[in-house]
């Protein structure tokens, strides 16, 4: 077995109105439910706003603080879930979950992105 | 005894290379390794082969020997615990004679190299490099890119099968449909790269004609339920009959209507349209076939005049209705222009989001001359040289220029 790493991409805008947000939390937390049943969640959740990121780099010996995320541009990692998975066709299988769980009634989709770690674990 | 020539030796590497790839891939789990053990095989065989003859079955001899090959690397650099259990996996899975004959060791690899989480141009390096056993070098020059980078985009590729654990198994009765579009997209691109080159001097290049047919007819063989992988077969054999009269003896590029039928491949054409007859009568029509279809009723036509354009026509709405696209649409209204006239077919290409396609510029120039507006036909005709990359193309268009005034 693999694990892997799901992302979700949001865009830093301000958040959709409650009624839809719980929507998408009760989607996503059904998603994880399934994930446990199936044996397949190792660990996750959603994250902060970028704002709230703090970046840490070792320069010339002196250790450097900045405020904000560290990657430039409008759309950050929202949260993540690491799922066990026996390959991609089944990981990309609960990624397709993931990524209905996390769109809009109406809006656009958010990108999800699938990426694997390295080594093998237990099944 | 006697020898056998290089000849045949090339032969049994075209035809074998992939099945053996696929089947040491399976056997040892690794796509690098399986390369290597069948190259290491097909070495040994050009040594032998010239002074002992082809064994009986050159394939099973170069299965055994590059899984042997796999053996004895696994072995020599059995430094680490998990190659040592490897190659006793390798050691217990004696493959049987048998089994060495069944096909669908291909069919899983070539789902693995179509693999939708590849980009489409990794995809088809994979597949002519696995499947087909062609070269990087090769590869990267039918592709005009160069080598270095074609050699860069394979590892990537291979590295993430391996690493992102894409499978090496056939998809599900459920997802196949899904699955098999990119792997007729492959296909189908390997062979329209060869057929009408987008770049490059010479207009058909047929060595990727060639694979993509041998493709088509592996997929054939191993999926004939599969309507559009029939069809698929058969519009590039019925694209491929008509390929020696595509160009004239200079080198030329000769259109469609003036094409010496003569000179068609009659084989080609009765293999093609009989596909597309069985295809008609199980009516589950889809792009592939109906474009099979359109070829197939111009085969039919002994002068281009005897053309059945209502038929084509008819097709044409058809694949419209199916596959909607502004290429479709474009090809279409060709269709339009022998049916209703050149005028009604100029309003259908208005609305076409075309613009950077030299063959819209083409076509519209043509109906343009057609109708006397000569003056916009050679702005027309100028736009469509502008586009072309095929130096073939670019005279033949030219040429036409020329003829306006």
Known sequence: ?123 | MTGAPAAEIERVFREEYGRAVAILIRLCGDIGLAEEAVQDAFTAAVERWPSTGLPPSPAGWIIATARNRAIDRFRREASREHRHAQAALLSVREPQAEEALVPDDRLLLIFTCCHPALAPGAQVALTLRLLGGLTTAEIARAFLVPEPTMAQRLVRAKGKIRDAGIPYRIPSEADLPERLQPVLAVVYLIFNEGYAASSGDRLVREDLCAEAIRLGRVLAQLIPDEPEVMGLLALMLLLESRRASRTSASGELVPLPDQDRGRWDLALIAEGQGIVRRCLRRNQPGPYQIQAAINAVHSDAPVTSATDWRQILQLYDQLVSLAPSPVVALNRAVAVAEVEGPDAALGLLDGLDLDGYRLFHAIRADLLRRLGRTAEAARAYEAAIARADNATERRFLERRLEGLS
């Open chain 1, 1 to 123: 077995m693999k694990l892997y790493l799901l992302s979700v991409y949001q865009p830093d805008a301000d958040p959709p109105p409650p009624e839809l947000l719980n929507k998408v939390m009760r989607d996503v937390d059904l998603w994880t439910q399934e994930l446990k049943a199936a044996g397949a969640w190792v660990f996750g959740g959603g994250l902060h706003p970028p704002s709230t990121a703090t970046v840490l780099r070792l320069q010339d010996g002196k250790m450097l603080m900045t405020d904000g995320p560290f990657a430039e541009g409008k759309e950050h990692i929202g949260g993540f879930t690491i799922i066990k998975a026996r390959d991609l066709d089944s990981a990309l299988e609960w990624g397709r979950k993931f990524a209905r769980a996390v769109t809009l009634p109406g809006g656009p989709g958010l990108p999800i992105e699938v990426r694997p770690f390295q080594g093998e674990v237990e099944s």
